[in-house]
């Protein structure tokens, strides 16, 4: 049954017990003395470190801290792993597998979507924006916020992400719940248990603050807002990966089959349950997730952020991904493209709308019937043949050169997972359902041969 309004409300309430005892230890007893913090925030950071030991899920098993860490982080660090690295029972492997073909067989499409409909849909959510504008600086620092985003969806979705040793899914979502819960310690001043009423604003934030001092100074209403990273916002921020994503397949017109939308869902449900959120919360069928998402969309709506980040946010993000496109054709599609993903009400939320001239309106409407027209008529022939998909893909191969497979930037990712992840990406260069002909025109507008770092 999907929750109501008063459910989601209950769930701003709740966090990640493990995650945030973890946390807790790490940073010890909270104090707003000067000073009193710095040994935790001292400790926060050697663990920060310490991460970039967990590479693959078969590293996890084994992992020790190295010598001369203190023995009682390292026992919290273990203990962590230990509980956070099960996959929970329901998981299903054939399933999981299924998703991860369609990845392979969408992948660029996937990354448009990704950037054009799951990052913009985040924003919606006018206190999980604000989270996110506390913890990033989004505007001032958007790609690092999408190449983080992809440090995750990448380890997840490629073959055996969550269900091989071999794999990094598994390892880098644990990665991201820890960070989850530093962001939740550091805003309430302490456990998220114990936080009341109004934690007090700190002195002013610029430019230059760091996102900890960031964090630590912006202040926060636990009674009127619930708790930052709370279980409404990671159940909607797993939406957004799954079924947002399959819901612009639709919108494109590459619908997938049911049981491929189905394992997609039950894929990131098995990585949500990773990152701590509660089974209750997640969807399993696309019905499912399209009331789950509509309810929590219209809860968080019901709370206004009084000042309203969303705006910069959105604008952030979609003036990056229009400098990223170096092909004068296709530059400005991401923004119409959002658009129409995101539909016209998330769109004026995020400010896309003030992004988007009546021209470019019109020529983006123009070309999206003319190329559903050539579709459908060439698919009486040619049952694989999509322009729509060819565009999607050149689009997609633009933000992986920019924001993956530039080599003066790479990915924050252990060389265990960026090989793998070069190699995924350079065998999409070929559509193997579309004519050779579309094929050599994709090229043109991407690159020959394999799609490889530059």
């Not at 269900?163 to 550091?186: E, F, M, N, S």
Request: charged letters at 20%; hydrophobic letters at 45%.
């Amino acid at each position: 049954m999907t929750p109501d309004a008063a459910d989601w409300q209950a769930m701003t309430r709740q966090a990640d017990p493990l995650a945030d005892r973890t946390i807790a230890a790490i940073v010890g007893p909270w104090s707003d003395a000067p000073g009193a913090m710095d040994a935790g925030m001292a400790r926060l950071a050697l663990v920060t470190r310490l991460m970039a030991g967990w590479t693959t899920n078969g590293s996890l098993a084994t992992w020790a801290p190295p010598a001369g860490t203190d023995a009682e982080l390292g026992a919290l660090l273990r203990a962590y792993l230990d509980e956070g690295r099960q996959l929970p029972s329901w998981a299903r492997p054939d399933a999981i597998e299924l998703a991860e073909d369609v990845f392979m067989e969408y992948g660029p499409l996937s990354c448009t979507l990704l950037f054009c409909a799951s990052l913009p849909e985040c924003y919606v959510l006018p206190h999980l924006a604000e989270v996110l504008h506390i913890s990033g600086q989004l505007e001032a620092n958007t790609e690092y916020r999408i190449r983080q985003t992809a440090a995750m969806v990448f380890p997840v979705m490629m073959k055996g992400g969550l269900t091989t040793p071999d794999g990094g899914g598994v390892a880098q979502v644990l990665k991201v719940r820890l960070i989850h819960a530093t962001i939740r310690h550091l805003i309430l001043h302490g456990p998220p248990e114990a936080a009341r009423g109004r934690i007090a604003p700190g002195a002013p934030v610029t430019p230059a603050t760091n996102m900890q001092a960031a964090m630590l100074a912006h202040g926060w209403d636990v009674d009127h807002l619930g708790l930052p990273c709370n279980q409404l916002e990671l159940a909607y921020t797993l939406l957004t990966f799954g079924y947002v994503f399959l819901k612009g397949m639709r919108t494109l017109a590459e619908p997938l089959t049911p049981a491929q939308e189905e394992a997609t869902l039950h894929a990131w449900n098995v990585a949500g349950h990773v990152l701590g959120i509660r089974e209750e919360l997640m969807a399993q069928s696309m019905d499912e997730a399209a009331r789950m998402f509509d309810s929590l969309q219209a809860t968080a709506r019901a709370t206004p952020a009084v000042p309203d980040v969303r705006p910069a946010l959105g604008r952030a993000l979609l003036d990056t991904m229009a400098k990223s496109i170096r092909v004068p054709l296709v530059r400005q599609l991401p923004v119409p493209l959002t658009r129409w993903l995101v539909g016209p009400v998330a769109s004026r939320e995020i400010g896309a709308d003030e992004r988007v001239g009546l021209l470019t309106r019109a020529l983006f409407a123009t070309g999206l019937i003319v190329t559903r027209v050539i579709d459908t008529v060439a698919r009486i022939f040619l049952p694989g043949f999509s322009l729509t998909r060819m565009f999607t893909r050149v689009i997609g191969y633009q933000f992986l050169t920019r924001f993956l497979l530039d080599q003066t930037r790479p990915l924050t990712l252990p060389e265990e997972l960026l090989q793998p992840m070069h190699g995924t990406v350079a065998r999409w260069h070929h559509d193997a359902r579309a004519p050779a002909w579309v094929n050599r025109l994709e090229d043109r507008m991407t690159t020959h041969g394999e799609w490889r770092p530059q």
